[in-house]
Nanobody, 127 residues
């Protein structure tokens, strides 16, 4: 059974950094495109980025502006999301997801394009 599990969320002060982890089981994450989304309760899930496994390129949402970085640790079957210079508006539940192919979907920002999701990890940015 293919599963994803996020971890690393928590409380961080504005301007701080956080590293989220997405661990895969039941399949090799290195062969799948990986996306990250976030969601504030009561709002739609917001796309952050998608990383292609075939060429390791990443496409980002406009609001990212260099603050979000994705890296792969294939030995651990894990993907990491580094978030820097955090802002209160980054407060949300963060989700990783995978696409069935190694390249990102054409509509990278549409949640329904992806097939498996983790349960999410909560991030709060507050002083």
């Amino acid at each position: 059974q293919e599963q994803l599990a996020e971890s690393g969320g928590g409380l961080v002060q504005p301007g701080g950094s956080l590293r989220l982890s997405c661990a895969a089981s039941g399949f090799a994450l290195e062969y799948a495109a990986v996306g990250w989304f976030r969601q504030v309760p009561g709002k739609e899930r917001e796309w952050i980025l998608c990383n292609s496994a075939n060429d390791n390129t990443t496409v980002y949402a406009d609001f990212v502006k260099g603050r979000f970085t994705i890296t792969r640790d294939n030995a651990k079957n894990t993907v990491l999301l580094q978030i820097d210079k955090m802002k209160p508006e980054d407060t949300a539940d963060y989700f990783c997801t995978k696409f069935k192919y190694s390249g990102c979907p054409v509509y990278t920002h549409i949640a329904s394009a992806y097939d498996y999701w983790g349960q999410g990890t909560q991030v709060t940015v507050s002083s």
